[in-house]
């Protein structure tokens, strides 16, 4: 079976940015599943397991720190690895803060596809 | 600080990393600029130690060329996509901007973006505030960066 990726940002020029990042950076997934925000992702959570959540943090409804904490609440998909894409990432206490909910890692915008790679692929 | 050339770095970071188009800084403006005419400004808000906001505006054709080049499809009108991608962009102006800032320590949140589009419309800083607006020019023409904070007593 191939692989999946959940992304997760209320822009939907932002997630087509990053599915395209992912497949410059030779990053292939079967399955590419999209969420606008957190609460929207933990639905789609409920049925489906990626092998990979890249996220964004400010986000409407649930952000992704929110989500975080959620997603390490229920033992089901606690163990998925999640990368945040954020802004914010040259925030240190916003990596530091995402890292301690449970975050892999964190990419900042703007990234070229070889800083995709970087952090994602050795998580996969 | 002089945020000028902060903000021409993080535009062509953005704009050359993001969009891949090549983005040439004009000369500071003078004057405030705060009508509109066929155009589209994304704005996005700082809160907390300073306060103030980022504006992108860009005549409409702009926006639709810079969407165009962002998502790699044909924008004919403007739509939710140009919307959403103009949105984007002040976004990470904003994020990119954010450490500058903040330099001495003090927190400083983001708003969400919100994006205003009309055939004439004006946009008014109700505080006084320090601005700065620097002009940009692409393949598809002119647009400025408007960065502005409520003075500090």
Known sequence: MGRSVLIIDDSSTMRKIVNRSLRQAGLEFETVLEAGDGQAALDILANQKPDIILSDINMPTMDGLEFLKRKAADPSIKNIPVVMITTEGGSADMVEQSRSLGASGCVKKPFTPDQVNEIIGPLL | ?153
């Not at chain 2, 003078?30 to 808000?45: D, T, Y």
């Not at chain 2, 005549?59 to 949105?87: H, R, S, W, Y």
Request: hydrophobic letters at 45%.
């Open chain 2, 1 to 153: 600080m002089d945020f000028t050339e902060k903000i021409i770095a993080v535009t062509k970071e953005i704009f050359e990393t993001m969009i891949m188009v090549d983005v040439t800084p004009g000369i500071p403006l003078e004057e405030h600029v705060s009508k509109f005419r066929c155009s589209m400004s994304a704005m996005v808000g700082f809160a907390g130690y300073k306060q103030g906001n980022l504006a992108l505006h860009t005549p409409a054709k702009v926006a639709m060329g810079l969407t165009q080049d962002f998502l790699g499809m044909d924008i004919n009108e403007i739509n939710a996509d140009v919307e959403d991608a103009m949105g984007e962009l002040a976004n990470m102006l904003a994020g990119s901007l954010k450490p500058f800032i903040s330099t001495d320590g003090g927190k400083v949140e983001l708003s969400l973006p919100s994006v205003v589009y009309g055939e004439e419309y004006t946009l008014t800083v109700v505080n006084k505030a320090d601005w700065v607006i620097v002009p940009f020019t692409v393949s598809h023409g002119d647009f400025l960066i408007c960065l502005e904070f409520k003075k500090q007593h």
